[in-house]
């Protein structure tokens, strides 16, 4: 099946500081990714819909200036968070889409964020 | 409003014990049903998706089924491999735009020998 790779899966960082997530379709061009929050023991929560080669999605709630989405290829999407605050440590997922609408949505491994 | 619901929250079982997860739905304008696993500190590993109500799908000892209001996951005799949280997401027409999936809590199952 498809394959979505995501990097890093750990990090830790000090408060202030902005971080880099790396989401890639390894086998397939993805238009669109999605990018996912999640807390413990809670579902999924989505951000924002990436779209390639236009800006990003948010959903109602998530600041855009604080979640920067960038989709500058078929394969990649990036998620910084900048200027970045304990409150902000979680589990990040990003998804790609293969194909259409019907197309299967497959996820990466997440990225554990920890902000001291 | 759009809601996904997930019952129940946890699932004891002992290994061979079948039983039944649900997920219910209110959407307006279903696109598909979606079944995920996902095991702690990992991303959701894709299982089913279900498109119109009627239909059924299997993989291994999992069997995914689809009405008008509801979801449910079957496991037959489980193993304790099976100890994961499982996710139900809906894609609906009209929450953004269809390609939006909206999840439920998720059913944390364990399986003991």
């Known amino acids: 099946g498809a394959v979505v790779s995501q990097h890093p899966s750990r990090v830790i960082c000090k408060s202030g500081t902005s971080v880099k997530i790396e989401c890639r379709s390894l086998d397939f061009q993805a238009t669109t990714m999605f990018w996912y929050r999640q807390f413990p023991k809670q579902s999924l929560m989505l951000m924002a819909t990436s779209n390639e080669g236009s800006k990003a999605t948010y959903e109602q709630g998530v600041e855009k200036d604080k979640f920067l989405i960038n989709h500058a290829s078929l394969t990649l999407s990036t998620l910084t968070v900048t200027s970045a605050h304990p409150e902000d440590s979680s589990f990040y997922i990003c998804?790609?889409?293969?194909?259409?609408?019907?197309?299967?949505?497959?996820f990466g491994e997440g990225s554990r964020l920890t902000v001291l | 409003e759009d809601q996904v619901t997930q019952s129940p929250e946890a699932l004891r079982l002992q290994e061979g014990e079948s039983s039944s997860l649900n997920c219910s739905y209110t959407?307006?304008?279903?696109?598909?049903l979606f079944w995920y696993r996902q095991d702690p500190g990992k991303g959701p590993e894709f299982l089913f998706t279900l498109y119109s109500a009627g239909e059924e799908k299997e993989k291994e000892r999992l069997k995914a089924t689809l009405t008008k209001k509801e979801s449910f996951l079957h496991i037959t005799a489980p193993k304790p491999e099976d100890s994961a949280t499982y996710l139900c997401?809906?894609?609906?027409?009209?929450?953004?735009?269809?390609?939006?999936?909206?999840f439920g809590a998720g059913t944390r199952l364990a399986v003991h020998p």
């Open positions: 997401a809906v894609q609906a027409l009209f929450s953004g735009g269809y390609n939006k999936l909206i």
């Open positions: 998804s790609a889409r293969d194909g259409d609408f019907r197309g299967e949505l497959f």
């Open positions: 959407v307006s304008g279903l696109r598909g």
